[in-house]
């Protein structure tokens, strides 16, 4: 086995590992449909800046982040507007259906690596995994419950409340995406971010003096 077919068979083993950890930890599968996920799931590079989705394309695909962070954003009057991020273990699909044209975009911020999932894996796994059709719905309930949740304490929060809850649940962001992404995800101009950064600057700096 020459070095170059061993490396890429050593970063196959490494991927397939990740996704093994990644799936595990949903804790719905057992460890057979684990397996059965790990050897059949499809893996897909792509680089910084590729667009996975457009607004006006007819969504066919669902991906899960193995490697990366993936912006989702929608585009109205007064510009871009930043949706969600899904870094390593998140799963985003379409949000409209029946062969709808999507209005949002899907723009990879890093270089990533994606499980890729379509109606023909689907049916493939469903043959193979009998109960996911269960798993699924199970899935889709727990999903929506969350973003229920956060959408309500979205709405109740302050913009200070908005930023304080991110650094809390998902402080990885704040190292990987640019600031004005960052507050158009929480709602606020850049400047409104900046001063609630230095505000909260300024009062650790102040308790630990």
């Known amino acids: 086995m020459d070095t170059a077919t061993s490396k890429s068979k050593n970063n196959s083993m490494i991927l397939k590992d990740k996704i093994r950890t990644l799936?595990?930890?949903f804790g719905i599968f057992n460890k057979n449909e684990i397996e059965i996920l790990?050897?059949?799931t499809i893996i897909d590079e792509f680089k910084k800046g590729t667009f996975l989705?457009?607004?006006g394309q007819?969504?066919?695909k669902c991906y899960m982040v193995?490697?990366?962070c993936v912006r989702e954003y929608i585009i109205k009057d007064e510009g871009e507007k930043t949706t969600g991020f899904f870094t390593?273990?998140?799963?985003?699909t379409p949000h409209s259906e029946n062969g709808k044209p999507s209005k949002y975009y899907w723009e990879c911020l890093e270089d990533c690596v994606l499980t890729i999932s379509n109606k023909s894996y689907e049916e493939e796994i469903r043959a193979a995994i009998p109960r996911l059709d269960a798993i699924f719905q199970e899935m889709a309930i727990e999903k929506i419950n969350q973003t229920k949740e956060e959408l309500t304490q979205f709405v109740i929060s302050s913009p200070e409340e908005r930023y304080l809850n991110?650094?809390?649940t998902k402080p990885h962001l704040l190292n990987r995406v640019s600031q004005h992404q960052i507050a158009s995800y929480l709602g606020m101009k850049p400047q409104s971010l900046s001063r609630i950064r230095k505000r909260i600057s300024d009062n650790h700096s102040n308790s630990i003096m």
């Open 166 to 168: 991110l650094l809390d």
């Open 38 to 40: 790990v050897e059949k």
């Open 58 to 60: 007819i969504p066919t």
């Open 88 to 92: 390593e273990g998140d799963t985003f």
């Open 66 to 68: 193995v490697e990366g």
């Open 53 to 55: 989705l457009k607004e």
């Open 23 to 25: 799936i595990s930890k």
